[in-house]
T-cell receptor, first 113, second 116 residues
Framework: GQQVMQIPQYQHVQEGEDFTTYCNSSTTLSNIQWYKQRPGGHPVFLIQLVKSGEVKKQKRLTFQFGEAKKNSSLHITATQTTDVGTYFC?????????????FGKGTLLTVNP | DTAVSQTPKYLVTQMGNDKSIKCEQNLGHDTMYWYKQDSKKFLKIMFS???????INETVPNRFSPKSPDKAHLNLHINSLELGDSAVYFC???????????????FGEGSWLTVV
């Protein structure tokens, strides 16, 4: 079945350092979404990427969708303690059920102040 | 007002018991889901309903039975609870999968189930 792999599993940084998490799919994705889950909280939608090679920015966060639509990345510039949490990518395979997003296993980011 | 609300938030129960988790969304969405998040934080879809119709059933044991009385509600009943059922269960909804951002998933705050 479809797999969405995400690395690294954990990342610890000093406040002010950059952070990147990567997401790779075994198959071409129709779109990819990113979610953030704070400790003890629930996943919250951040963004959706649809087009090949798409790049979107949200303040210090930069999201990219690969040209082949099989990979994506989330980059945070100059991390802050408020960035702590688990970041999940979630993808839908083209032609597959529209109701099923497959989530990566997430990257837990911790930030040392 | 909470968009997707689920109760209870915390549930501790003994093995073999039967329990239910209720979920309601006030977003007017057509699709609702149950996700399970284990201790390793892995989010896995269990069920999906669209307009009260079961769309996805991801090889979940028969002890888990979802019920959708209307499109705003999706409850989860679990029979004969086992230790391995301990997890956080998230209810979620989306507007219209397959159309633009319609498949954005809105999660409830989660129900922490502990089986002892």
């Amino acid at each position: 079945g479809q797999q969405v792999m995400q690395i690294p599993q954990y990342q610890h940084v000093q406040e002010g350092e950059d952070f990147t998490t990567y997401c790779n799919s075994s198959t071409t994705l129709s779109n990819i979404q990113w979610y953030k889950q704070r400790p003890g909280g629930h996943p919250v939608f951040l963004i959706q990427l649809v087009k090949s090679g798409e790049v979107k920015k949200q303040k210090r966060l930069t999201f990219q969708f690969g040209e082949a639509k099989k990979n994506s990345s989330l980059h945070i510039t100059a991390t802050q303690t408020t960035d702590v949490g688990t970041y999940f990518c979630a993808g839908k395979v083209g032609g597959g059920s529209n109701y099923k997003l497959t989530f990566g296993k997430g990257t837990l980011l911790t930030v040392n102040p | 007002d909470t968009a997707v609300s689920q109760t209870p938030k915390y549930l501790v129960t003994q093995m073999g018991n039967d329990k239910s988790i209720k979920c309601e969304q006030n977003l007017g969405h057509d699709t609702m889901y149950w996700y399970k998040q284990d201790s390793k934080k892995f989010l896995k879809i269990m069920f999906s309903y669209n307009n009260k119709e079961l769309i996805i059933n991801e090889t979940v044991p028969n002890r888990f039975s979802p019920k959708s009385p209307d499109k705003a509600h999706l409850n989860l009943h679990i029979n004969s609870l086992e230790l391995g059922d301990s997890a956080v269960y998230f209810c979620a909804s989306s507007q219209n999968p397959g159309q633009g951002t319609g498949n954005t998933i809105y999660f409830g705050e989660g129900s922490w189930l502990t089986v002892v």
